[in-house]
């Protein structure tokens, strides 16, 4: 089991990245390129007063810190150097573990964040398009507002040990998802956060993310917000959650932004845990 395990690694993984960084300019950067782009468009479109100060990626940005730049995958960022192409990346998937996160992996937490979010909300009221005044809009609320809020808060809940956020991870160390289901004071669960890198969408890691998050709560009934019309909606209904009566209005942040993100409130009774 262990060497089958070791000789896919090597076969389907390593190999294809040693032919990659090889080639000079070959897979392995094309694979950056077409990640980073989303990210480089919208840090573009919002500028960043910092940026020419985080030219080169430090790989151990400060995570005290946030500047929309540090956002946009380097060279030496983890967990693009093994999807040399989409293909690989199916491959890759199957080789992820869900574990725990880890005090370093908030950057990438963050840029999960944003980017899911960012595709999430794409379709929503007031979110893009070229009518925008250049303040306004989803790209600047996920880089202005979004990130540098939630920051120090994912910073915060990683280091408290009493608290549990699940990443998926890659071979190589670097984090493609994450999910942080909570419990209130009563015993009944929360689900706080559930996001997944775009480019690793439809592969299995948001419904490996949930798994951990349904089987860490157990069977107690479990509670969300999500935006309505969003894709994620209707897959939180997959998972047999169930509307609550009533719409919570566009929180403030995102109207400060012109957008107008309806939440909706699900519940999933603790009848529905499987174990
Ligand atoms: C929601 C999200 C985390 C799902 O991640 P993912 O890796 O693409 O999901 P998966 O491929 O594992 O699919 C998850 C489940 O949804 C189902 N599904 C996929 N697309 C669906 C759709 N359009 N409608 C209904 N169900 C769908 C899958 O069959 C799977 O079910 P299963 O566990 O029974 O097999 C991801 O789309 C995301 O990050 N979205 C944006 C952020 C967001 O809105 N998060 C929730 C806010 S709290």
Redesign the pocket.
């Known amino acids: 089991m262990t060497l089958q395990l070791l000789r896919t690694v090597t076969t389907d993984v390593l190999d294809p990245l040693v032919s990659g960084l090889t080639r000079a300019g070959g897979g392995i950067h094309s694979g950056y390129a077409r990640y980073g782009g989303r990210m480089r468009q919208l840090v573009d479109s919002v500028g960043d007063a910092d940026a020419r100060r985080f030219d080169t990626f430090p790989g151990e940005w400060s995570i005290g810190q946030f500047s929309p730049s540090y956002l946009v995958p380097r060279t030496a960022d983890a967990p693009y150097r093994l999807v040399a192409n989409g293909n690989d990346r199916a491959r890759i998937a199957d080789l992820l573990t869900y574990e725990r996160a880890r005090i370093e992996d908030v950057p990438s937490i963050v840029r999960?964040h944003v980017l899911?979010?960012d595709?999430?909300?794409r379709g929503l009221p007031g979110a893009t398009g070229p009518h925008l005044p250049p303040d306004r809009g989803l790209a600047n609320f996920v880089l202005r507002s979004l990130g540098p809020r939630k920051l120090p808060y994912w910073k915060e809940l990683v280091a408290d040990e009493s608290k549990t956020l699940f990443v998926a991870r890659t071979p190589d160390g670097g984090v493609v998802?994450f999910v942080h289901p909570e419990f209130n004071d009563d015993g009944s669960g929360y689900?706080?956060?559930?996001?997944?890198?775009?480019e690793?969408?439809?592969?299995?890691?948001?419904?490996?993310?949930?798994?951990s998050a349904l089987d860490y709560l157990g069977p107690v009934d479990i509670q969300?917000?999500?935006?309505v019309s969003?894709?994620?909606e209707?897959?939180y209904?997959?998972?047999g959650f169930e509307e609550i009566d009533g719409l919570i209005p566009t929180p403030p942040p995102l109207a400060e932004y012109g957008l107008t993100v309806l939440l909706q409130g699900y519940i999933r009774p603790a009848a529905a845990y499987e174990p």
């Not at 689900?191 to 775009?198: E, S, T």
Request: aromatic share 12%.
């Open positions: 999960c899911a979010t595709e999430g909300y998802g689900l706080n956060a559930w996001y997944v890198l775009p690793w969408h439809d592969l299995k890691v948001g419904s490996r993310l949930m798994r969300l917000h999500v935006a969003t894709k994620a209707n897959i209904r997959g998972y």
